[in-house]
């Protein structure tokens, strides 16, 4: 039998001790756990960004994969503590929207808010819950337990607003929603729609105030140091620069505006 899966994605960082205290929590109570780290560098509080790196990660995991999720900017507060089943696995998280894009591509089964005691450590910390309640209800997920035995049953939960594309006759209106370790301008447009309102035909896209270059298949497509478009591994139009970096080059953040119209 496979051994279980426990995938981390946190704003920890790494520098303290917080990530490497939940990974010893739940290898208390599941030692036969395979701890994977997505990534503990999700800006401080940035549930949106938290959501995303999630969306962009979880369906590449084995079936029945745990996913704990700490990016927790109410900790401490009466905000809920949830699991859920969802498309093959298990996710642990606070209840404030960032499990909403996984929730999007396979609405859940079953979630149930994290009430019951026995498998949460015995003293709650009102700014640590990851280690207090969160690793300990992934361990005992990952250990076999059923979902309801973690708490109550949800009939709703909270999800945040993500920006979506506005879908013009002749133009798309769309959104940079994240920028990568590279400066790549990831923006809400996914292939589908691209192509459904591109039809073959010409288009012209502008990054903030930049016009950009074709759209390739990849970075080295394009001529070094040129901005172009391409589709990146999570199918959504990215803006990018050929060796360099979007973000640097045309001064654009996460909410920058990029607009695709018909040539």
Known sequence: MARPVIALLTDFGIRDHYAGTMKGVALGICPDATCVDITHDIPPHDVLAGALELAASYKYFPAGTVFLVVVDPGVGSSRRSIAAEAGGYRFVAPDNGVLTLAFRDTPPKRVVELTERRYARPTVSRTFEGRDRFAPAAAWLAKGIDLS???????????????????????????????????????????????????????????????????????????????????????????????????????????????????
Not at 190 to 198: G, I, P
Not at 222 to 249: D, K, M, N, Q, T
């Open 149 to 263: 035995g973690l708490g109550r049953l949800l009939t709703s939960w909270q999800s945040l607003s993500v920006p979506e594309p506005a879908l013009g006759e002749d133009r798309i209106v769309a959104e940079v929603l994240r920028v990568d370790r590279f400066g790549n301008l990831v923006t809400n447009v996914d292939r589908r729609v691209f192509e459904r309102f591109a039809g073959g035909g010409g288009i012209e896209i502008v990054a903030g105030t930049q016009a950009v270059g074709t759209v390739v298949a990849t970075y080295a497509d394009a001529e070094p140091g040129a901005v172009c478009a391409l589709f990146g591994s999570s199918e959504h139009l990215e803006i990018a620069v050929s060796g360099g970096s979007a973000a640097e080059r045309l001064a654009l953040a996460r909410g920058a505006r990029v607009t695709i119209s018909r040539g």
